[in-house]
């Protein structure tokens, strides 16, 4: 299922493919034009909306947070605020996604410790495909793991947070 063609090398996407290949996780690489959207992404990849997973940063209070939905649904601010009994959620700026993580929007990876040190969060809709696809540190490439396995290597909190678009 590896298959390595042009991919760009970032020091995140090379981080996560060291996760991958550490834990002998089989993933498929794909490179492709850059996408700033889900439906771009998932059309360059030949995969489902459904099995992207859009991965945002967001402050909670006073903390930074990544949560990772289904690229086809959108993120309940409300079901975000009641899990953490917060007063104040918000996306995060380009400013601050590149500071916290080096990164533009449209290319941060579904991951947290020890990718990024952020708590990691994924909704539900998530695991309920046999595979995960997800921009990898760059607008121009992907990679496309299965679920269960994104899972045990990203070891996130799962809650429901997503909302239909």
């Not at 060291?18 to 990849?45: N, W």
């Amino acid at each position: 299922m590896d298959t390595h063609v042009q991919v760009l090398s970032t020091p995140v996407y090379d981080r996560i493919v060291a996760l991958l290949t550490e834990r002998s996780i089989a993933y498929r690489a794909v490179h492709h034009e850059p996408t700033t959207t889900s439906e771009q992404s998932a059309l360059a990849r030949g995969e489902s909306i459904a099995v992207g997973g859009k991965a945002i940063l967001m402050k909670v209070d006073a903390d930074f947070r990544i949560f990772v939905l289904s690229a086809a649904l959108k993120i309940d601010s409300k079901k975000i605020k009641e899990h953490f009994g917060a007063k104040k959620i918000r996306f995060a700026t380009s400013e601050e996604l590149l500071e916290k993580t080096g990164l533009v929007p449209g290319s941060l990876p579904p991951f947290g410790p020890p990718i990024f040190d952020i708590p990691l969060y994924v909704d539900s809709s998530v695991l309920a495909n046999a595979i995960v696809a997800f921009n990898a540190g760059s607008l121009t490439d992907s990679l496309i793991i299965s679920t269960a396995e994104y899972a045990a290597a990203a070891a996130p909190e799962v809650f429901e947070f997503s909302v239909a678009s």
